[in-house]
């Protein structure tokens, strides 16, 4: 089984370091991530009732 042990390493290392990189940054680190899902959600959106609009929904 060629490349076994990476992608139990990635598992094992993933994700402690956002984990990190979130404490370490304090409240504005804590608050990005989500800042960032609801961004992202908008926009989706967004993209999903024009492409409704352009087929008659």
Do not use: C, Y
Not at 11 to 21: E, I, Q
Not at 23 to 36: E, F, H
């Amino acid at each position: 089984m060629a490349g076994g042990r990476a992608p139990s390493a990635q598992k094992a290392v993933g994700p402690p370091l956002p984990t990190g990189a979130v404490m370490a940054a304090g409240p504005p680190g804590r608050l990005a991530p989500g800042a960032g899902v609801a961004a992202l959600a908008l926009l989706q959106r967004r993209t999903s009732l024009r492409r409704l609009d352009a087929v008659g929904g």
